[in-house]
């Protein structure tokens, strides 16, 4: 009987046969673009042959031969797929994203036949209708519950034009997701500000110049230093260049990623995917796209999801109104008169903060050294879990810089491969991610998951170790957490392993596992000089925790106003024609924007929203999962460590382990006891009341 995963190919495909690297490793190095399409192909035909068979059966619907024989289905496809989409978003080039482009239309075709399959939906209705008298455990109630909902909500109950109506819309919104996605790549990787004179380098510090010096040479500039849109470059530098003219350049190139004109732009994208999802939304009887995807969420209803927004709105506006009078007291005094301007915020926040706090993140960076900081998540992880991290230099990755890690239980016991790859490159898009190359599950056999975390952090000179900011130590930790979620996974069905919860629920264990780092414990044990190796003076963990709060009106207002502005679009009844630029400038101006800060992704790169159906109507997620890892956190507090063994278990038991076997409220309750108020947020923000 041949493997779920093998694909009748020619040999010479390494989709062709199951893989006996170790660890099921995918082979990398004979993973060729032209093994895909084809791959691709034979995996879509079996699987609809599988389908067919669960669709055809004679047998009377039950749960082992319907929805655990879909959740048996598509593992070539999966492995096909795990492969191909984490190249293209980490080490792209353009033969991946033809077959990006080629394929995400018959990939979407291909999942809307199954889903709005009738002959298959009458068979999971048939099982979902008799649930209560078949005996299920809990895990198998939730599997049945969420695969009767996903068929309903992908429009099993529509008639057959709607279907044929909404396939269409499903296939030219991935179309539009993939190209807006390699729009954004393009514009980053196509710019650079190459600096040749040393006037031009006024102000920045030796750790930047390094790291420009590096990425210059990278396109081919050698002896000269280049700013990216890398945010490991441009936010340093627009910190730290005295030359305001230059920083102005760069902001603009960065800030108009998306809206330069030619192959490139994405405003047109973007009018066609609200006008789009709003017409799917009435299809499937929503009002508009925020309620459907919404409907699906911890918060339910855009009301609930603008009640929270505008909770910290007001407040945030405010504190952000003092900032930025501070900042022009600065300028003033520093004989700049002009009011502040997007480019100057940071530059004169960072000269603010040194003034206030005697905090200086070139003094502070040497701290955080990239290979210290990923130690510090492993340790964490050790304290809390009982996991081991052993680096496996025998495993080649998919790039030379990704470096690959067994993880092990504190029995001895594997838990999964964990791929780190930290810096930037033109072939990556930007931001930080995870995601799984293979996810977990039991049924039919223990699989464990081989899961990645792809930043961008900027890289070194040969030789020198990679320093990070704190916002950068934070954002490792943070997609630290998203994979601590998918390597603890502990449940029966792949379906609801791991990150396969609601939006607004999965960024709870990733927030919440950035507190860790900023405690004294874990500062004290690895944050030591780079070139010294002393541990970061007390003195200056004081400092840092003192100034927590510092900036957070700047940071909620950019990052409130994206979400807001994403809420705008998708509560539209009727956007046909809609600007996106004029209406971001007219829901910009309701909410009172300040002049000073712009969003935080604006509207034609704000992949988040339109690089497919991600976090659409969805980016107030990292908020709302803000109140409950605040609220979490204190759980440990409460207990007086950091790393109280019992918090612990129960927080690896309904949180990191439990996938999507519960309801995220009944989750959440199960580890705290009762459900969190927006009260910790606003305090850990330092704008409560």
Same mark, same amino acid.
């Given at each position: ?17 199951? =893989? ?70 980490? /080490? ?118 390094? *790291? ?60 066609? #995917? ?5 017409? +799917? ?16 969420? #911890? ?14 709105? +007001?407040?945030?506006?405010?504190? *952000? ?111 930080? =991610? ?20 792809? $930043? ?70 690895? $944050?030591?000089? *780079? ?15 003192? *100034? ?44 009172? #924007? ?55 278990? +129960? ?11 519960? /309801? ?19 305090? +850990? ?5």
């Amino acid at each position: 009987m041949t493997a779920p995963e093998a694909l009748p190919l020619p040999v010479d495909n390494p989709f062709a046969a199951v =893989w006996e690297t170790p660890f099921g490793l995918p082979p990398f190095a004979v993973i060729k673009p032209e093994h895909i399409t084809p791959a691709f192909e034979a995996a879509l035909a079996k699987h609809k042959s599988e389908i067919a068979a669960i669709s055809d059966d004679p047998a009377v619907p039950e749960f082992a031969n319907v929805i655990e024989a879909l959740e048996r289905s598509g593992r070539a496809l999966s492995r096909v797929g795990g492969v191909f989409y984490n190249l293209a978003g980490a /080490d792209t080039n353009e033969a991946l994203q033809a077959i990006e482009r080629e394929m995400s239309p018959v990939t979407s075709r291909h999942w809307s036949a199954i889903m709005m399959d009738p002959a298959l939906f009458a068979r999971v209705d048939a099982v979902f209708a008799k649930r209560e008298n078949l005996g299920l455990d809990a895990e198998q109630k939730r599997l049945l519950e969420r695969t009767y909902r996903g068929f309903v909500r992908s429009g099993a109950q529509l008639g057959p034009e709607e279907k044929k109506r909404l396939a269409a819309i499903n296939e030219r919104l991935a179309g539009l997701g993939t190209q807006f996605s390699q729009n954004v790549l393009k514009d980053e990787a196509s710019y650079a500000l190459v600096l040749d004179d040393e006037a031009k380098l006024a102000g920045v510090p030796p750790f930047l110049r390094a *790291a420009m010096a590096h990425a210059a040479g990278d396109r081919g500039h050698d002896g000269k230093h280049a700013v990216t849109l890398s945010r490991s470059i441009i936010e340093p530098f627009l910190t730290f260049s005295t030359r305001r003219e230059l920083r102005e350049e760069a902001f603009v190139a960065w800030s108009k990623r998306g809206e330069n004109g030619g192959e490139t732009d994405n405003r047109a994208i973007v009018s066609e #995917m609200v006008a789009l999802r709003a017409e +799917k939304a009435k299809l499937l009887g929503f009002e508009t796209f925020a309620h459907f995807k919404l409907d699906d969420s #911890m918060a339910k209803t855009p009301e609930n999801v603008r009640g929270l927004l505008e909770l910290v709105w +007001k407040p945030a506006k405010a504190r *952000a109104a003092k900032e930025a009078a501070d900042l022009a007291l600065l300028a003033q005094e520093e004989g700049e008169n002009g009011p502040i301007r997007p480019w100057d915020w940071r530059h004169y926040a960072e000269k603010v903060r040194q003034k206030t706090y005697a905090l200086d993140e070139a003094v502070l960076k040497p701290y955080l050294q990239l290979d210290r900081i990923i130690a510090a998540a492993f340790d964490t992880a050790g304290k809390l879990f009982g996991l081991t991290f052993e680096e496996k230099r025998d495993l080649a990755g998919y790039h030379p810089d990704v470096r690959v890690f067994e993880v092990r239980d504190a029995g001895g016991r594997h838990i999964g491969l964990f791929l780190g790859d930290y810096f930037a490159r033109a072939s990556k898009r930007s931001g930080a =991610w995870m995601s799984a190359y293979r996810g977990q599950r039991k049924l039919g056999g223990e699989v464990r998951p081989i899961i990645v975390n792809v $930043c961008n952090f900027a890289k070194p000179a040969a030789g020198k170790p990679a320093l990070l900011s704190i916002d950068d130590a934070r954002t490792l930790f943070h997609e630290f957490g998203h994979a601590l979620h998918g390597l603890l996974s502990d449940v029966t069905y792949g379906s609801l392993a791991g990150t396969s919860v609601s939006r607004d629920f999965v960024e709870l264990p990733s927030q919440l596992y950035e507190h860790w780092f900023l405690t004294r414990e874990v500062m004290q044990a690895y $944050c030591l000089h *780079a070139e010294t190796g002393e541990p970061i003076p007390e003195g200056l963990i004081d400092k840092i925790k003192k *100034a927590q709060t510092f900036n957070q009106g700047f940071a909620t207002v950019e990052y409130t106003s994206s979400a807001l502005v994403d809420l705008a679009f998708h509560s539209l009844k009727d956007p046909a024609t809609v600007d996106p630029l004029a209406f971001e400038a007219a829901e910009l101006e309701r909410i009172g #924007m300040p002049a000073e800060i712009i969003m935080r992704h604006r509207t034609p790169h704000f992949t988040h929203v339109f690089s497919g159906d991600g976090y659409s109507a969805g980016y107030y997620s990292y908020l709302w999962s803000e109140v409950m890892d605040a609220d979490a956190f204190n759980a440990f507090i409460e207990a007086g460590d950091v790393f109280a063994a019992d918090v612990a278990a +129960k927080l690896q038991r309904f949180i990191y382990s439990a996938g999507d076997t519960r /309801d995220p409220a009944e989750a959440y309750t199960l580890f705290r006891g009762r459900l969190p108020t927006p009260d910790a947020l606003l305090e +850990k923000r330092g704008l409560a009341a």
